[in-house]
């Protein structure tokens, strides 16, 4: 391997950038805004490249003496990724690689050992690491038709409540009531907001479901679909294996409170973040579907 590993996990709402040493010791950190590709691509590369010039500008380390292992939002998506590929190749790295920030977070979770890794977050999705170092996504789809178990799919359950509400006249109180004081209480106020919403104001939302859990009929409907959907991501991501199962994302404590004690039993905490799995990746045979 070169000198160095650049580590860079780029979500929707934060960036994170680490640089390692040959002996896998972090020597410099830090922190900026959201770079996911599922976005705004054109804005998300430019964050991406800025943040990346900052932290090689801070530790002054030539690039040619460094491996750029990034794992960012949307990178499943083939042309997401070789629009930011094609931008980074500016700073004439030694190797560049460009994977879903799901393979870095299931490779940092159990630190490159076999796992059952569900992040959940404004979006969701698994990754299974068997024994053999074979990666496979489960799900991560997108907010469109998938991302079952996320807050951006918990926010959307949240409007369908409140149009369900409208379209019956039905008062608006309890979470309904919290809900339409941001999205609006008129079929056309709703409508205009969900025309201009993404994903991760949809996951916004989701943060007004919890308050109202235990004494909000819909609210405890509404988590109860959610736990369903993370129990079966979980299910789909395990498989038949035995792999001990590990919850990432904002979601995961919250989530992992609705299970029951035998289902929380399979769960571990993680062992390490998503960036020790830029660091697995750049230093182990690892190979991702």
Not at 66 to 80: D, E, L, R, S
Not at 156 to 161: D, E, F, L, N, S
Request: glycine share 10%; charged share 15%.
């Amino acid at each position: 391997m070169t000198n160095y590993v650049l580590a860079v996990d780029g979500g929707g709402s934060k960036t994170a950038l680490a640089v390692f040493n040959r002996n896998g010791e972090v020597i410099a950190f830090e922190k900026g805004a959201g770079s996911s590709l599922s976005y705004d691509l054109q804005l998300s590369c430019e964050r991406m490249m800025q943040q990346v010039a900052s932290i090689m500008n801070t530790t002054a380390i030539p690039a040619h003496h460094t491996q750029c292992i990034i794992g960012v939002a949307g990178a499943g998506n083939p042309y997401n990724r070789a629009a930011l590929l094609q931008r980074l190749e500016t700073f004439a790295f030694a190797d560049i690689r460009v994977t879903s920030d799901a393979v870095t977070a299931a490779l940092g979770a159990n630190l490159g050992a076999p796992v059952a890794c569900v992040a959940l977050g404004t979006g969701s999705v698994g990754a299974r690491l068997d024994s053999h170092g074979q990666l496979q996504l489960v799900g991560g789809w997108g907010f469109t038709l998938g991302d079952g178990g996320s807050g951006a799919r918990l926010g959307a359950m949240a409007v369908q409540a409140l149009m369900k509400a409208v379209d019956r006249q039905q008062p608006l109180h309890g979470l309904i009531a919290t809900i339409a004081k941001e999205v609006g209480e008129t079929r056309a106020e709703i409508s205009a907001w969900v025309r201009e919403a993404t994903a991760k104001e949809f996951a916004t939302l989701s943060e007004r479901v919890w308050p109202h859990a235990n004494h909000c009929p819909i609210a405890t409907q509404i988590l109860a679909r959610h736990k369903s959907a993370v129990l079966q991501l979980i299910a789909d991501t395990r498989q038949d294996t035995e792999l001990p199962v590990m919850l990432l994302g904002g979601l995961a404590n919250k989530s992992k409170q609705l299970l029951s004690d035998s289902e929380q039993r399979i769960i571990m905490p993680a062992r390490g973040n998503a960036l020790d799995g830029a660091w697995v990746l750049a230093t182990q045979n690892i190979q991702v579907e």
